[in-house]
């Protein structure tokens, strides 16, 4: 089954020895991306992969090609232009101090593309799943409009698309981000969302309280499929009493059953790209058949796993994550 992931990729720059950026005289360099990473996750775990994005020729792009290729990631239909790729800095956090998260996105050749700037109809024919991140359609007009072709084109093939509404507000205002989820909607299939960022953008809310998790998350849940009519639905929860800490948990419904997860109690190595982890996690469950307790439980181990990782991709192997699964170690049950 072939899993096709668009996005941007960026090169990410972080201090060496957690120093803050004032300190530092040199950094670490890598490359991600929220459907990169996922992407990344599913191919380490053996699964076929595509990534598709726009980047320029020199060679730093080629070497960012060179890493997604040596992690088997079919990279054929990544499209070259002119302009340059997007970068973020990150200032790792500790403690009682929070993480600092500098993005220079824009312009570049990924958010100047467009529909017509690449080869769908080939993407398509061998496609089962498209992966894509709310992140993706708020970088620019153009590619909304990019998005949505391409998930409508995905529908009327009957292609699964798997969609995490990932909300970023230094990238639009609620009320944008809403107008693009509902624009995108009807063609998504499996929704993943932090519960916090559908409060935000779809206005859900429920009386059941912090003590009452499987209540709160089912009539969350409930609310969203009433207002998309999308049928699975992944409902992520993170709680960070410090940036070296944080529990975590979801839900999972597939329209007929739910199931809540485990919660997960973690000292957090580096919490960037948890999120990509869950997803990959949902996908893989997914596709090979696992039941909905079952896909929700492998979805937030890998979650977990990913915060002990130092990488935005969950370099976690599915045994490490199965593991996690049958141990009562450090999990609030």
């Known amino acids: 089954m072939k899993i096709t992931g668009f996005g941007d990729y960026l090169i990410h720059f972080s201090p060496q020895n957690e120093e803050r950026f004032m300190q530092a005289e040199t950094m670490r360099m890598s490359f991600t991306g929220a459907e990169a990473n996922v992407c990344a996750a599913l191919a380490f775990w053996g699964e076929d992969t595509r990534f598709i994005t726009k980047l320029p020729t020199h060679l730093l792009a080629q070497k960012g090609v060179g890493f997604l290729r040596g992690l088997n990631i079919d990279t054929k239909y990544i499209a070259h232009g002119e302009g340059r790729m997007g970068a973020y800095y990150l200032e790792k956090g500790s403690s009682l101090r929070s993480s600092v998260v500098i993005y220079d996105r824009a312009p570049s050749a990924f958010t100047e593309s467009n529909y017509d700037d690449y080869e ?189 990782i130092l990488s935005d991709i969950n370099f976690a192997s599915v045994k490490e994550i199965t593991s996690v699964m049958s141990s009562r170690h450090d999990v609030i049950r």
């Open 120 to 308: 769908w109809d080939k993407v398509f024919e061998d496609t089962d799943i498209i992966y894509l991140t709310g992140i993706t359609p708020s970088l620019t007009d153009n590619l909304f409009e990019c998005c949505k072709k391409m998930l409508k084109e995905a529908h009327d093939r009957g292609i699964k698309v798997f969609f995490d509404i990932n909300y970023r507000p230094t990238l639009c205002s609620t009320e944008k981000a809403n107008e693009i989820f509902t624009s995108l909607a009807p063609y998504i299939t499996h929704l993943i969302g932090n519960e916090e960022h559908l409060k935000m953008i779809l206005g859900v809310a429920s009386s059941y309280c912090e003590d009452e998790p499987e209540d709160r998350l089912k009539d969350i849940t409930a609310q969203v499929r009433n207002i998309t009519n999308i049928p699975n639905i992944a409902v992520t929860v993170r709680r960070t009493p410090s940036a070296s800490n944080a529990i975590v948990f979801a839900s999972y419904s597939d329209g007929t059953d739910f199931a809540l997860s485990p919660r997960y109690s973690i000292q957090v190595v580096d919490r960037v790209g948890s999120g990509d982890a869950f997803s990959a996690g949902l996908v893989y469950s997914v596709i090979h058949g696992s039941s909905v307790k079952d896909t929700v439980n492998f979805a937030i181990a890998s979650n977990a796993m990913k915060h002990t």
